[in-house]
């Protein structure tokens, strides 16, 4: 019982005990056509009261964005980007109430 | 740090309520020859404590999650937040045992309440977070079972602790009754606590250093408990060296008491980088 256990536990996907970010969409640095989605996913469930990501232009200046914090998704939907630079920045707090926080750059091309 | 300390303390203070009141329970239903405890101030001293590490415990998370702490946030971090939720069911928990206690009603029902708050905050632990999807209730089961057989064995000494001070003349029936439970209790901790470490560390990413040095202290000073008490149950128990058995008793119970301190810390460092 305790060998199979042990054997679930290192062969299923990775989980960190903090939020940690695993994945996004655009990537970073990464140059895309005015996108309307961006998806940031992290290792565990977060809780949406205290979780949230941002949009800044090249400026610094915050973007009224839509945003959604669902399971372990945040999802911004951006419409009608210029082309330029843009920052994210995103703080994500899971079930055991620890704060992770981060950002990344992508830029849209026309 | 002081999170950590919170959490440490609620801990200590649940612990003794539980496997204090389980131990006693126990000797009540089996060993009638010796006269029931009296502890009601120091009990009563516990609980407080217990809800005071409580509301620390919350006003500190809250403060860690949003940055600063007002009433909206204490209020939002309550209702909206798995770990508020919880701590609202530990809180009413806390609230049944003070009735509970004012009325000296009981005493079984006593014992859940304390276990209940002891092992709910399993529910947001690493343990729980670290486990795979879909095996998060695992996770949190296994580290409330570690949680209780930790409080049993240290509420177990406590007691112990009592008997001794009171001088009590069958005190060797005691010895044994705990002995037994505690050997079930020591085998469950040891067991949860593996699956926990392996799940939390193993397959993450590189161990943080910082975790490992808390980590491997906590678990040298474990040993040295488990040396201690193999030296009471295995050596000194049947040759009824009794000078030596409460002074390795009350060693035990201190090392248990710095352990969960530990305990609380390590629950909010970070494990992997
Ligand atoms: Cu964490």
């Given at each position: 019982m305790k060998k199979f256990v042990l054997l679930l536990l290192l062969t299923s996907s990775p989980a960190f005990a903090h939020a940690k970010l695993?994945?996004?969409?655009?990537?970073?640095n990464a140059s895309v056509k005015s996108p309307t989605m961006i998806k940031l996913k992290f290792s565990e469930s977060l809780e949406p009261a205290f979780s949230t990501a941002s949009l800044s232009d090249s400026a610094g200046k915050i973007l009224p964005v839509p945003k959604s914090v669902g399971g372990a998704t945040i999802t911004l939907l951006p419409i009608g980007l210029k082309p330029g630079a843009y920052h994210v920045n995103w703080q994500a707090v899971g079930h055991d109430t620890h704060k992770l926080s981060g950002s990344f750059v992508f830029k849209v091309i026309p | 740090m002081i999170l950590g300390a919170a959490r440490g303390v609620y801990y200590v203070a649940t612990m003794l309520l539980f496997g204090g009141s389980a131990f006693e329970t126990l000797l009540r239903a089996k060993l009638p020859v010796i006269t029931p405890l009296r502890w009601q101030s120091l009990r009563w001293a516990v609980l407080i404590l217990a809800l005071l590490a409580a509301l620390a415990w919350l006003g500190l998370a809250a403060r860690q999650m949003a940055d600063r702490l007002d009433g909206q946030i204490l209020a939002r971090t309550a209702t909206d937040t798995l770990f508020g939720q919880i701590f609202l069911l530990r809180l009413v928990s806390l609230l049944g045992l003070t009735l509970l206690m004012t009325f000296r009603r009981c005493r079984k029902l006593a014992v859940a309440l304390a276990a209940l708050a002891l092992a709910l905050p399993a529910a947001t632990s690493h343990a729980a977070q670290a486990s795979p999807a879909g095996f998060i209730a695992i996770g949190a089961t296994l580290d409330g079972v570690h949680l209780l057989a930790c409080g049993f064995w240290i509420g177990g000494l406590a007691v112990l602790a009592m008997l001794f001070r009171r001088k009590e003349p069958n005190i060797h029936l005691a010895l044994s009754l705990f002995s037994d439970g505690a050997i079930v209790a020591v085998m469950l901790l040891v067991m949860t606590g593996l699956i926990n470490a392996a799940s939390i560390l193993?397959?993450?990413?590189t161990p943080a250093p910082l975790y490992l040095g808390v980590l491997g202290t906590k678990l040298a000073l474990v040993a040295v408990m488990l040396g201690l008490a193999a030296i009471n149950r295995f050596r000194l128990m049947p040759r009824a060296y009794d000078s030596m058995i409460p002074r390795n008793a009350a060693l035990e119970l201190g090392l248990g008491l710095t352990v969960v301190m530990l305990a609380g810390a390590l629950g909010h460092l970070q494990p992997v980088l």
């Open positions: 695993v994945g996004y969409d655009p990537a970073a | 193993l397959g993450h990413g």
